[in-house]
């Protein structure tokens, strides 16, 4: 009879906390048994900065999938974005003396990669092999069973603040839960939305959450740079309430029913009622031509993805992106910004969706669920990652019913 694992991914965003519950069968499929999201508190910039707030976000997530799963969590895999990481190459070799290259030597030579880093303050996220050598070869996918006297590797590198991190694993703590495991939010979004022709040619994806904007290379199937930039989905909606002098909830609604970030010949036509600040008279509302709104949108967008440009051409790697963008994240829903990230990066552009996962509603099959998806990939295959065992410890697991008495207090 075949056997199933269960694991879980905890993707905590600036706008929404998302919990996917998975069975994993013997094949490597992936089916997903519970999901749930929650808005999200305490966390602003891909930075917690509420412990209780971002605590009572996860807390009602996981709960909430727990009961669609009917199981009970112990480890999570966690997503992890914002301005804390960085991203580096790593060049080593060693002597391997002749003989054929065996999986102890490659275990070896990842080993010694990874403790080379000096971290300092900082926490080693991912270890990603870009490819081996063997004496002084070009690079190589799999050198198992090659003859050299040396071996070598290029490793892309993907370290934390650790003091971010741990904030994060705290919070996950006092929801009893262990972090099993770390992923970056747009590589975790990659191995979710890219298919291996694009992983393997080279391709751009682009994370659009709430309050940062992270992007990763793909090229010969693996992650060879990550980045991001400070602007989100909730910067456009700061700037429509302020252009428009109106509250931040209702400056979203008008995003969300009528934004766009490509003007039409129709938007001067159109009128917006805009509520005022601090007014309580309906009669007060400002009367605004959607192309007013359009105009604050597409200017913050092409803002967005100039700044992804100007990064991306500093890194050295702007060449092994490809021709192809992908775009995941919730803000990358907004009609238009597929056309303006074309123009401004000058590449072909789709929306990316899980792909490889069964179960999956149509509501949670969209891009702003790629990177959720994506830590299911990376719990089932790390890629020949070297492992890292750093993931800050997260207290002591005391189970279902402490949860559920938390849960309580909380809410009732």
């Known amino acids: ?26 094949a490597g499929r992936i089916r997903v048994t519970g999901m749930s999201h929650h808005a999200s508190a305490g966390v602003r910039g891909g930075v917690l900065v509420d412990m209780e707030a971002a605590y009572r976000a996860v807390l009602a997530a996981v709960h909430a999938a727990e009961q669609m799963a009917g199981a009970t969590l112990e480890d999570v895999v966690v997503s992890i974005a914002g301005p804390h990481m960085t991203s580096t190459q790593l060049l080593r070799e060693m002597v391997i003396g002749g003989g054929a290259i065996r999986d102890l030597d490659l275990r070896r030579l990842l080993q010694d990669s990874r403790n080379s880093v000096d971290l300092q303050d900082r926490m080693l996220v991912h270890a990603i092999p870009a490819g081996y050598s063997v004496d002084g070869s070009p690079l190589l996918r799999e050198p198992r069973g090659m003859h050299g006297q040396t071996l070598g590797v290029k490793m892309h590198l993907v370290t934390a603040n650790r003091a ?42 682009i994370d659009m959450g709430g309050g940062t904007t992270s992007f990763c290379v793909f090229y010969e199937g693996a992650a060879v740079h990550a980045d991001s930039v400070p602007i989100g989905g909730h910067h456009v909606t700061s700037d429509i309430a302020r252009g428009l002098a109106t509250p931040v909830n209702h400056a979203e609604r008008l995003k969300t029913l009528y934004g766009s970030a490509v003007p039409a010949a129709s938007d001067d036509r159109e009128l917006l009622d805009a509520p005022q600040v601090g007014e309580e008279d309906d009669a007060s509302s400002n009367r605004v031509p959607k192309s007013f709104l359009v105009s604050i949108i597409q200017a913050r967008i092409e803002e967005t993805f100039e700044l992804v440009k100007r990064r991306l051409d500093t890194s050295g790697v702007a060449g092994l992106a490809g021709q192809r963008v992908v775009l995941t994240g919730g803000a990358s829903q907004l009609p238009g910004v597929r056309d303006v990230a074309a123009r401004a990066l000058g590449k072909q552009v789709r929306l990316g969706r ?59």
Request: with cysteine.
């Open 354 to 412: 899980p792909l490889g996962i069964a179960g999956l509603a149509e509501a949670t099959g969209g891009p702003a669920f790629a990177t959720a998806a994506g830590l299911l990939h990376f719990a089932v295959d790390d890629r020949g990652e070297a492992r890292s065992a750093t993931v800050p410890p997260s207290g002591p697991q005391t189970g279902f019913l402490a949860r559920m008495g938390g849960w309580f207090r909380e809410n009732f």
């Open 1 to 26: 009879m075949a056997t199933e694992r269960t694991i879980a991914a905890l993707d905590i965003g600036s706008s929404k906390v998302c919990c996917f519950i998975a069975k994993v069968s013997e």
């Open 164 to 205: 971010a991190v741990q904030n994060i694993a705290t919070c996950i703590s006092r929801c009893h839960l262990n972090v099993s495991d770390l992923a970056i939010a747009p590589y975790a979004a990659g191995l979710s939305a890219l298919v291996e022709d694009e992983k393997d040619l080279g391709s751009l994806v």
